[in-house]
T-cell receptor, first 112, second 111 residues
Framework: EDQVTQSPEALRLQEGESSSLNCSYT??????LFWYRQDPGKGPEFLFT???AGEEKEKERLKATLTKKESFLHITAPKPEDSATYLC?????????????FGTGTRLTVIP | NAGVTQTPKFQVLKTGQSMTLQCAQD?????MYWYRQDPGMGLRLIYY???????DKGEVPNGYNVSRLNKREFSLRLESAAPSQTSVYFC??????????FGSGTRLTVV
């Protein structure tokens, strides 16, 4: 059974204090791993897709990495506007592009 | 470019009432999805439509029906609402290898 576990559930950082969010996954053949950002009262917003172990992608202060068992979302020198819930999702080869299986998210708060 | 538009944004229903949640996308995507989001549960797939004219069940389809009206529109119907269907509902669309684009959600309360 596909499983996605995100840690920590919540994280409070001072502005400029770098850290990492973890996404551990179990899936029978990974087709892709996705990261999303969700602001309160809004839908998830796509950030990255990673397809194979060793792959990395960057966008502004965010960098996502992938191994065979987990993905990390590294946040460098965060700003208050980076406060949001970050969601990880996996897509299995068996289900193709027709399902994203989501974790429960990490709620990030960046304090000025 | 509106992306994915959902209506209504908020709804309160009495147990046993029916309603339809509407979703439309303007990105010419083939696939569309309905998810529900509950505290501590993550987003769960209700139904999806891989292409116009096809629909399939997801992880939690019981109590729901869907219609893919055309390539742009995908509706979700609750025939007889129950308190367990209180949730936030998200519609999404995608093309074959793109990340999903989500709407802003419908907050449904069943009393």
């Amino acid at each position: 059974e596909d499983q996605v576990t995100q840690s920590p559930e919540a994280l409070r950082l001072q502005e400029g204090e770098s850290s990492s969010l973890n996404c551990s996954y179990t899936v029978s053949g990974l087709r892709g791993l996705f990261w999303y950002r969700q602001d309160p009262g809004k839908g998830p917003e796509f950030l990255f897709t990673l397809y194979s172990a060793g792959e990395e992608k960057e966008k502004e202060r965010l960098k996502a990495t992938l191994t065979k068992k987990e993905s990390f979302l590294h946040i460098t020198a965060p700003k208050p506007e980076d406060s949001a819930t970050y969601l990880c999702a996996v897509q299995a080869v068996a289900t193709g592009a027709n399902n994203l299986f989501f974790g429960t998210g990490t709620r990030l708060t960046v304090i000025p | 470019n509106a992306g994915v538009t959902q209506t209504p944004k908020f709804q309160v229903l009495k147990t046993g009432q029916s309603m339809t949640l509407q979703c439309a996308q303007d990105m010419n995507h083939n696939s569309m999805y309905w998810y529900r989001q509950d505290p501590g549960m993550g987003l769960r797939l209700i139904y999806y439509s891989a292409s116009e004219g096809t629909t399939d069940k997801g992880e939690v389809p019981n109590g729901y029906n869907v219609s893919r009206l055309n390539k742009r529109e995908f509706s979700l119907r609750l025939e007889s609402a129950a308190p367990s269907q209180t949730s936030v509902y998200f519609c999404a669309s995608s093309d074959r290898d793109s990340g999903y684009t989500f709407g802003s959600g419908t907050r449904l309360t069943v009393v």
